[in-house]
């Protein structure tokens, strides 16, 4: 029997949507109050960017840990391009409130809430695609020579023993997308 610890098994796409709707909506939600209290204080932009400054970091940690099944913490790189992609949604809120302010100069805290969400959402939506593809990727290493992605069971395919037919593995798996 192999006592060796098992990594857990990535969930699919629509359980880490689940999972990503679930711990980052919630935050998301939590952000928006934050964010409309913090605002009586301070100037709204500052205010977004402290909470989203807070969120990203801990929605890092949870998407990486349950979201996309890593079951360990986040490590600097997934931190920093976490980070990118939460300063592209956090210019996409700015930008929404901004337009609402120049179309109605004085909104209710209802409507900027609307907007505000609406426009989290569709920049949610946008990082989940970039997080599961990109950031938290599962079974794919970068290469140094060509910088491209490759599946590790092609790798291993590639590094298969110079048996009889092993060159026709190689060429299949090259010509393979």
């Given at each position: 029997m192999d006592d060796a610890p098992r990594t857990p098994a990535a969930p699919g796409p629509l359980a880490s949507f689940a999972r990503f709707v679930a711990l980052g909506g919630g935050a998301g939600l939590l952000?928006?109050?934050?964010v409309a209290l913090l605002a009586e204080r301070l100037?709204?932009?500052?205010?977004?960017?402290?909470?989203?400054v807070v969120s990203t970091l801990l929605c890092?940690?949870?998407?990486a840990r349950f979201t996309f099944g890593s079951g360990r913490h986040a490590g600097w790189r997934?931190?920093?391009?976490?980070?990118?992609?939460?300063?592209?949604a956090y210019v996409v809120t700015c930008a929404a409130?901004?337009?609402?302010?120049?179309?109605?100069?004085?909104p209710g805290m209802l409507t900027e809430q609307?907007?505000?969400?609406?426009?989290?959402?569709?920049?949610?939506?946008?990082?989940?695609?970039?997080?599961?593809?990109?950031?938290?990727?599962?079974g794919r290493t970068r290469t140094a020579a060509t910088g491209s992605w490759q599946l590790q069971r092609l790798e291993g395919v590639l590094e298969a023993p110079a048996a009889a037919g092993a060159s026709q593995q190689r060429q299949f798996a090259l010509a393979s997308p």
């Open positions: 952000s928006s109050g934050a100037p709204w932009a500052l205010a977004n960017a402290l909470i989203t890092t940690e949870l998407h997934q931190h920093g391009q976490s980070a990118g992609s939460a300063a592209a409130m901004f337009v609402l302010h120049m179309v109605q100069s004085s609307i907007v505000y969400l609406g426009a989290s959402g569709l920049a949610g939506l946008a990082r989940f695609l970039l997080l599961r593809l990109y950031v938290f990727v599962g």
